[in-house]
């Protein structure tokens, strides 16, 4: 099996060819060791002379001075600070650029048309990059912050229509809400209250996959035959697909901590922490959207 969030299916964020090497311990000092454990790194490891590293810029340099090999010093590995400081690196540029485009693309009757195709040709071009992100082999940071920086723009002016036009004060009770989330779930897998196995990917991913399967269905219906399509993301209904998208996306920040997780334990090459940021930033602007949503149907229908 594989992650739930695409970027964490990447080397070293992952064990059993996937996701399937839960409650399988390193050794201690980071990388395990011993062969088809299912980690790419022990792996190499038993491959390649005991050093799981023998590829990459420091094991080359301790041959090159005639050292035996050795796995990288901690310094070349990623840490939760890496983690933390790509993701607000992401984060913060998302914000910054949510904030420029909602003061400079005005949402009023003379300009809406116009700020909605920026947003829209915005949003587009950051799924694009998403998906391409997803499925290279290493992180590019670039396109990372590219990703980031065009996803805040189509943000900035989907909230700023939210709450000037549908419900006054909705984005910041959106933002309020997703930051409670992350809060409750990172406090929740950290105290075990919340574990990550195979029973619990599966039920989630199912889950996911039905209601991705929904909203699609429901989109078609209402670009070829009008109005709320099959009444899922509006309404009643809306309301408890809302709720539905928030309990997927704090599942999915689950799944994502538990990645990061294993990156760190398992000794993952520093750059990935831009791997990690990527996911996290694209599960929290989920819950963000969701959130928006449903607290737009909630005071639109006051």
Not at 65 to 92: E, K, N, S, W, Y
Not at 221 to 241: C, E, M, N, T
Request: with cysteine; net charge neutral; hydrophobic share 50%.
């Amino acid at each position: 099996m594989r992650s739930s969030n695409p970027v964490f299916s990447r080397r070293g964020f992952s064990r059993d060819n996937g996701y399937a090497g839960f409650n399988t311990a390193p050794q201690a000092g980071g990388a395990a060791v011993g062969t088809q454990s299912g980690n790419p790194y022990a792996d190499q490891q038993a491959q390649q002379g005991g050093n799981p590293y023998a590829t990459n810029p420091y094991a080359q340099q301790d041959l090159q001075h005639g050292a035996p090999p050795q796995a990288p010093a901690t310094t070349g590995r990623m840490t939760i600070d890496d983690v933390v400081m790509r993701t607000a690196t992401t984060l913060g540029i998302l914000v910054v650029t949510a904030a420029l485009a909602w003061a400079l693309l005005p949402v009023d009757d003379a300009n809406i048309g116009r700020s909605y195709g920026i947003a829209i040709g915005a949003g587009l071009v950051a799924m694009v990059l998403g998906l391409v992100q997803s499925f290279k082999r290493k992180a590019s940071p670039a396109l990372i912050v590219t990703y980031a920086a065009l996803e805040g723009v189509f943000l900035g002016v989907v909230s700023s229509v939210v709450d000037n036009r549908i419900a006054s004060g909705a984005a910041m009770q959106a933002v309020i809400g997703t930051l409670a989330v992350f809060t409750a779930v990172l406090v929740a897998y950290k105290a075990g209250w919340i574990r990550v196995n195979r029973r619990f990917y599966g039920f989630v991913m199912a889950a996911a996959l039905g209601f991705v399967l929904l909203m699609a269905v429901n989109l078609l219906f209402a670009v070829f035959g009008g109005g709320d399509g099959l009444g899922f993301r509006s309404g009643p209904l809306g309301i408890i697909f809302g709720v539905i998208g928030i309990l997927l996306g704090a599942c999915f920040l689950a799944l994502d901590f538990k990645q990061v997780e294993d990156g760190i334990a398992y000794g993952a090459p520093r750059e990935e922490a831009w791997l990690a940021a990527f996911g996290l930033t694209m599960t929290l602007v989920w819950i963000y959207l969701e959130f928006l949503r449903l607290i737009a149907i909630l005071q639109g229908d006051d």
